[in-house]
């Protein structure tokens, strides 16, 4: 890991994003759908990617094949158990109010809409 | 009269074309941008890959290339930021030579041992030349 962490808004969007996820059954979330729930641009969402991977919060894989033939692979980003952790002690120093409660695989009934998407595309 | 008619279907024309182009347009702008933002050949090809996913799956034309040349734009920012440092760093004769004038040996070679040709001799004038942050480590003896 890299020394100390800049903390930006764009990252504390990003992890929250990915917590959130990972306690709605799709902690794997590609590029666009990050985009898509943060509101951000791409050079700042994949900014913000490049640091994560670079310290080792989150990890990526490739899709095997798009579920549309002849479209371009997506790469798939999850928090490791390391960022989960920092992550979580992030949020709960900077944005308490957006930390999920406890991390569930059963989402309850008042999911946030933007999670709803996430949910469709990490189904995809 | 003529022009009146013409320039409607022209227009209709040009702009059917540039919707055609546009996907190929914005893939070639984004693999563009990867090589430019990253200096890494092999991440820069992955990101690239990634990239075309990502405008891919935004909706509409226009979305896909105003996200592409913001993809650019931030890429050729963070490119000509890394190439300003780079050329700083091999035109500072603080960074690069102390004030002095002589070039840090010592702390750029791990073996205190190794023979150190441009400490003694090399002056600010020299080490303010454009390069590249030669090793000072037994070159040009």
Known sequence: MAGPVRVTGPLL???????HAAGADADELHGWAIMKATKRS?????GVLDRLEHMGWITGRWEDQHPEPSKPRRRFYRLTPTGVLHARQMLRDRR????????????????????QVLRQDGAT | VIASVLIPIAIGLLVNELCDVSPWLARRLVRWSAFR?????ARAEARAEELAAVINARPGQLFKLTTTAGFAISAATVASLREGRTRRESNDPAAFGGADGAVPCRSECPDRAAVCTRGASATAAQARRPILRPSPCGEGA
């Open chain 1, 13 to 19: 969007d990003v992890l929250e994003i990915f917590l």
């Open chain 1, 42 to 46: 791409g050079p700042t969402v994949y």
């Open chain 1, 96 to 115: 308490p109010q957006a930390l999920p409660r406890q991390v569930s695989r059963t989402p309850g009934p008042a999911l946030p809409g933007w999670l």
């Open chain 2, 37 to 41: 933002r990253y200096a890494d050949p």
